[in-house]
């Protein structure tokens, strides 16, 4: 055991570097097998995220991410995943009609294929045309599997992470040492999109399942959606991430109360019948980020509160059989909470809600002895969840 408790001492405090997608890609291997509780991890999640910013912006996003490493669960043709991979310069392959996906593009729709600068390039000439001569390998086999006609636009080069840092995301899909090559088409609405993609990419059986799937389709309708595809490389497989997205803007500053399906327009959030052949009570996940110019603090909770206990520097539920909230941190200017639902296959807008300020609550903390086998199901989620979430905004003016 003092050997594992190394390890995990090694592993938490790297989930801000490239490991936070390593660890992901440790959810491809068939590991269900080795759990004597029997607990599983399927390749596919679903996530649904919500941030309130009272700093800034003053928006509300809430988006829905599905995401697996197996292209039988996002159908991209074996040979050009594996030719992504082997390239070794492609960092992320992206499709959005996010408005004004890059600087200078607007009102259209894009593919985005982000190179890593090469640092003997010492002009943009020299930059753009490294970038285009790995680019252009890939854009007529993209076009076909998106059924799209993308044209060159522009390079674009991203000179800093500042955002990707302050969101907490890796900093893969954009930042300094990124340069984008940039395929611009017609704008199109987010609901007919997300309706040809899904069904370009996602199995029939996986759609026919609903959860998650269901709800970005419905929040596909909304005026303010916006969709995203990502195929995001490493050594062994890639990470494929479909993300649905709705802002509503100079909304956070009066919100209190917090109500996450709301945003999501629905009474109940439901999970994928995937999962119901075996147990796998950590590929549905919600989280609710909050930042708050002034100090706050969680309360008032009307669902399930988890016990953990701090491994490392992570709060871990004690029992992941359970539903309920993990609030880490509860108090500050930086509020997050993550919803398990344990053996609960859908959950209420009721179960959901709390406020912010209030009085303080009691939280139990227990010293429990993990099963390693089930610690590291644990590890590898919340990783999973932390690279998964605003994994665009890099991309944004």
Not at 237 to 253: D, G
Request: aromatic share 8%; glycine share 6%; with cysteine.
């Amino acid at each position: 055991m003092s050997k594992f408790n190394n390890f995990i001492k090694r592993v938490l405090p790297m989930q801000k570097s490239l490991l936070i997608i390593g660890l992901i890609f440790v959810t491809g291997i068939s590991i269900s097998n080795v759990f004597s509780q029997e607990i599983g991890l399927s390749t596919f999640q679903e996530t649904a995220q919500f941030f309130v910013d009272k700093t800034i912006s003053q928006n509300v996003t809430a988006s829905i991410t599905l995401q697996t490493t197996s292209i039988q669960e996002m159908k991209i043709p074996a040979e050009l995943e594996q030719r992504i991979r082997e390239n070794g310069n492609i960092s992320a392959v992206t499709l959005t009609n996010q408005n004004q996906c890059i600087l200078g593009v607007d009102n259209q729709s894009c593919i985005l294929i982000n190179v890593k600068r090469n640092p003997n390039d010492k002009n943009f000439l020299q930059i753009q045309n490294t970038t285009l001569k790995v680019a252009n390998q890939f854009i007529g086999e993209i076009n076909k599997i998106f059924d799209t006609n993308a044209k060159l636009h522009s390079t674009f080069i991203h000179s800093s992470d500042e955002t990707s840092k302050a969101l907490e995301t890796s900093g893969i899909i954009s930042g300094k040492g990124t340069v984008s090559a940039v395929y611009t088409m017609p704008m199109e609405d987010t609901s007919s999109m997300y309706e040809k993609i899904a069904a370009l990419l996602i199995p029939k059986e996986i759609r026919d399942d609903g959860g998650f799937y269901n709800a970005a389709r419905d929040l596909s309708l909304s005026d303010n959606s916006k969709m995203t595809f990502s195929i995001i490389p490493s050594e062994s497989r890639s990470l494929m991430q479909l993300r649905l997205s709705a802002t509503y803007p100079q909304m956070a500053s009066s919100i209190s109360d917090i109500n996450p399906l709301e945003f999501l327009k629905t009474d109940e959030l439901k999970r994928s019948k995937y999962f119901s052949s075996g147990n796998y009570p950590l590929n549905s996940i919600i989280q609710v980020v909050i930042l708050s110019p002034d100090d706050t603090n969680v309360s008032n909770v009307k669902g399930n509160i988890l016990p953990t206990q701090m491994i490392g520097n992570e709060l871990i539920p004690t029992d992941i059989t359970k539903a309920g909230w993990v609030f880490d941190p509860m108090e500050g200017q930086r509020i997050q909470g993550k919803y398990i639902f344990g053996d609960k296959s859908s959950v209420s807008s009721e179960e959901l809600q709390f406020s912010l300020g209030g009085n303080q609550l009691k939280v139990e903390r227990l010293k429990t002895n993990f099963d390693e086998s089930t610690l590291v199901v644990i590890i590898i989620t919340i990783v999973a969840v932390a690279a998964a979430i605003f994994y665009l905004k890099g991309y944004r003016k």
